[in-house]
């Protein structure tokens, strides 16, 4: 083991004070604008503490009149579905493509390869007629589709695991009677419990972050966070109390994931790095 110096220890500790303090500085100001009045927070500086830590004016305005309440059970409804589905449908692919000497297994893990190097805006307009003419538009069908597809990340990230698992509890399952999908069912799917785990958070992140796809397909009555979060920046001028109250609103969730899955956050995305 490598002894470390008193100067180096030093350093490094005031290297991730730094970064600490690079991080936290701009949640600090959004935490004080959502506390404050309009009149507030015009006349004072954006470091300044609010005078009321117990105003919920600007949380309850952006849940009433702004629909973030709906909005967020909207997202959470499109999440559970199309990560239920994508989960399922990856670990079944994976299981296909791995397990399985076929002819055309190649070309179609080529083909997956492929998708990762076609940018997703250049293919919005085919995308967006298919889903029009299904009439799809403007319902969260639309985008649990898009969203539940099969991705080669998570093939990969299977891939990984699946190496892993002896194939000679396949052979074994299949000599006491078992079919493919009672082995995929019963034994390889709760051993790729990790792999789901690394895909729903990579996958449940970024969804929940996506302004793209849901502005694209969802209107007026159907809008997921990010989308209803947009309606209060607006040309003439923005209430950034509102909108900082809106955002903190939207952390919880994603702040609550992370303190009941931080293990698995910290050992999924280990997981997928390696892969």
């Known amino acids: 083991m490598i002894k470390e110096g008193k100067f180096y220890k030093i350093l490094r500790y005031l290297f991730l004070f730094g970064a600490c303090i690079f991080v936290i500085i701009p949640i600090v100001p959004l935490i004080y604008m959502?506390?404050?009045?309009?009149?507030?927070?015009?006349?004072?500086?954006?470091?300044?503490?609010?005078?009321?830590?117990?105003?919920?004016?600007?949380?309850?305005?952006?849940?009433?009149?702004?629909?973030?309440?709906?909005?967020?059970?909207?997202?959470?409804?499109?999440?559970?579905?199309?990560?239920?589905?994508?989960?399922?449908?990856?670990?079944?692919v994976s299981y296909v493509l791995h397990r399985f000497d076929f002819r055309g297994r190649k070309l179609i893990m080529t083909l997956f390869t492929l998708t990762m190097f076609i940018p997703v805006v250049t293919t919005q307009t085919v995308v967006f007629q298919i889903i029009y003419r299904m009439g799809l538009v403007n319902k969260m069908a639309s985008v649990i589709i898009l969203y539940s597809g099969v991705g080669i990340i998570g093939i990969y990230i299977m891939f990984n695991l699946l190496d892993s698992i002896s194939k000679e509890l396949d052979q074994s399952a299949l000599i006491d009677g078992a079919s493919y999908f009672t082995i995929y069912r019963r034994i390889i799917?709760?051993?790729?419990?990790?792999?789901?785990?690394?895909?729903?958070?990579?996958?449940?992140?970024?969804?929940?972050?996506?302004?793209y796809i849901p502005n694209l397909y969802l209107r007026k009555d159907v809008q997921t966070f990010t989308v209803a979060l947009y309606k209060f920046f607006g040309n003439m001028s923005t209430p950034f109390e509102i909108v900082s109250a809106a955002i903190l609103l939207g952390i919880i969730p994603i702040g609550l994931v992370y303190i009941f899955l931080q293990k698995y956050i910290y050992y999924g995305l280990a997981g997928a790095i390696k892969s």
């Open 34 to 92: 959502a506390f404050k009045t309009g009149a507030e927070y015009s006349s004072t500086n954006v470091l300044t503490p609010p005078k009321n830590w117990f105003n919920s004016y600007n949380f309850l305005y952006a849940i009433r009149v702004g629909g973030l309440g709906k909005a967020l059970i909207n997202t959470a409804v499109i999440l559970s579905i199309s990560l239920t589905l994508q989960i399922l449908f990856t670990t079944m």
């Open 189 to 211: 799917l709760p051993l790729l419990k990790p792999a789901c785990t690394t895909l729903l958070i990579l996958n449940g992140i970024g969804y929940y972050n996506d302004f």
